[in-house]
């Protein structure tokens, strides 16, 4: 049987899940989440851009990316993408497991 998705590919329908549980996240972050290869996550990212369903902005060097805030449907996207993400349990865990702040600095990894 084959397996569809809401967003036209697993990959695009997993990131915006992925953003909706990080707020925001980074390709290469996002890629081991999803454990994805990061060509594979960098082109639903720009796919899921050019449709206007995430925006992305540079912080230092890195080009950080969350849910579009101004996307005309923003409410019941975020409603849909919560319930989609209700039985991804592996998803929710791997989410948890990340550091969100940076470390102390002069700290050692």
């Known amino acids: 049987m084959e397996v569809t998705s809401p967003f036209g590919s697993q990959t695009r329908?997993?990131?915006?899940l992925a953003l909706s549980l990080l707020q925001q996240s980074y390709a290469r972050e996002?890629?081991?989440?999803?454990?994805?290869?990061?060509?594979?996550?960098?082109?639903?990212?720009?796919?899921?851009e050019?449709?206007?369903?995430?925006?992305?902005?540079?912080?230092?060097?890195?080009?950080?990316?969350?849910?579009?805030?101004?996307?005309?449907?923003?409410?019941?996207?975020?409603?849909?993408?919560?319930?989609l993400a209700e039985p991804e349990e592996g998803l929710r865990t791997e989410v948890a497991k990340l550091r969100r702040r940076p470390r102390r600095s002069g700290k050692r990894p």
């Open 13 to 16: 329908t997993r990131v915006l």
């Open 30 to 48: 996002l890629a081991r989440v999803l454990e994805v290869p990061v060509s594979v996550l960098q082109k639903a990212l720009r796919s899921l």
């Open 50 to 83: 050019r449709d206007g369903l995430v925006v992305a902005r540079r912080v230092g060097r890195t080009r950080a990316v969350t849910l579009n805030p101004r996307y005309f449907a923003r409410r019941e996207l975020l409603a849909f993408v919560n319930k």
